[in-house]
């Protein structure tokens, strides 16, 4: 069974760079892409960025800029750091397996209230 | 890249059958069979529903059903069922390699 576990900061102040790490267990971390998700408090889902196994990546254009996403095939891990942090970042984070390849995320990580307040 | 079109909101009555509507462009919805859809219940994780435009992931129950006209791509529930009040969102593959999701519909269970 698959399994996403993300860990990172739940609370920065603006301007501080967010760091956020999901490792993988139960499946190999070839052959798919893997995803960071975000849902501000009473809002939507906005699709964040995704990697895979090689480290090629993409990104959500409106986020390009402040995004940058890494992946450590030796431990199943893959992360998400996102600079500048203002309020409007404030959100649950989640991982995810799938995004452009898989075109499906199927399966997700538990989610992490990251606020942003100075 | 612009959200998907969803309702905020869609109600019905336990066995009935609703629709939810997720409207893109020939850049998303339109161009690719690569529609998925997703439930989340309040606080919790959201879970795939409907992947492809029509398949159900294993243990999804064959009430939910997915299809897709042009550039809009819907959602049945058929049987409705209280447990099936949630949040609802769609997503599709986009022609620049990225994923772009639905606003969001809110199912109210009458």
């Known amino acids: 069974q698959v399994q996403l576990q993300q860990w990172g900061a739940g609370r920065l102040k603006p301007s501080e760079t967010l760091s956020l790490t999901c490792s993988v267990f139960?499946?190999?971390?070839?052959?798919?892409?893997w995803s960071w998700i975000r849902q501000p408090p009473g809002k939507g889902l906005e699709w964040i960025a995704e990697i895979n196994h090689i480290g090629n990546n993409n990104y959500n254009p409106s986020l390009k800029t402040r995004a940058s996403m890494s992946v450590d095939t030796s431990k199943n891990q893959f992360s998400l750091k996102l600079s500048s942090m203002t309020a409007a970042d404030t959100a649950v984070y989640y991982c995810?397996?799938?995004?452009?390849?898989?075109?499906?995320?199927?399966?997700w990580g538990q989610g992490i209230l990251v606020t942003v307040s100075s | 890249q612009s959200a998907l079109t969803q309702p905020a909101s869609v109600s019905g009555s336990p066995g009935q059958s609703i629709i939810i509507s997720c409207t893109g462009t020939s850049r998303d919805v339109g161009g690719y069979d690569y529609v998925s859809w997703y439930q989340q219940h309040p606080g919790k994780v959201p879970k795939l529903m409907i992947y492809?435009?029509?398949n159900r992931p294993s243990g999804v129950s064959n009430r939910f059903s997915g299809s897709k006209s042009g550039n809009t791509a819907s959602l049945t529930i058929s049987g409705l069922q209280a447990e099936d009040e949630a949040d609802y969102y769609c997503?599709?593959?986009?022609?620049?390699?990225?994923?772009?999701f639905g606003g969001g519909t809110r199912l109210t269970v009458l």
């Open positions: 995810g397996r799938g995004g452009t390849w898989p075109t499906k995320i199927d399966y």
């Open positions: 492809e435009v029509n």
């Open positions: 997503s599709s593959f986009t022609s620049v390699s990225t994923v772009v």
């Open positions: 139960g499946e190999s971390f070839s052959g798919y892409y």
